[in-house]
């Protein structure tokens, strides 16, 4: 695997959202490699409100929302109670940094760690960094 999709929540294009994932404004899409880095698409959170802490529809509403884009791997600050169902669909980033270009350095110098993380498959577990 040469390139990975990876989905950071922001609410400014900028920084990583303070809110969980699941309640951020946007997602900005990149496919990063260990050199590279494009900016693919921004996708609007158009997944439903959720009813009760830790809604499973929302979760099903957020990875229906970033499948079409071949999203992998998913980068935050924060996540909620939907994380377990998360990490069963994608690797979960529980980012140490503020800003989506700190956080993208981070993945490009653990890349091989991703790939890995990735190949677990349902059994994956969250990782922070």
Do not use: C
């Amino acid at each position: 695997m040469e390139t990975l999709r990876v989905a950071f929540a922001s609410d400014d294009r900028q920084n990583l959202s303070t809110e969980h994932f699941g309640e951020a404004k946007e997602y900005l899409v990149y496919e990063i490699s260990k050199t590279s880095i494009e900016l693919l698409e921004t996708v609007v959170n158009i997944s439903p409100e959720e009813k009760m802490h830790g809604d499973p529809n929302k979760a099903k509403g957020v990875a229906h929302l970033l499948k079409p884009y071949g999203v992998k791997v998913l980068v935050n600050k924060a996540f909620g109670r939907n994380i377990t169902k998360m990490q069963q669909k994608f690797v979960v980033i529980v980012s140490r940094n503020n800003t989506i270009e700190e956080a993208i350095k981070i993945i490009q110098s653990q890349f091989e760690l991703l790939v890995l993380e990735w190949q677990k498959g349902e059994s994956r577990t969250y990782l922070k960094m």
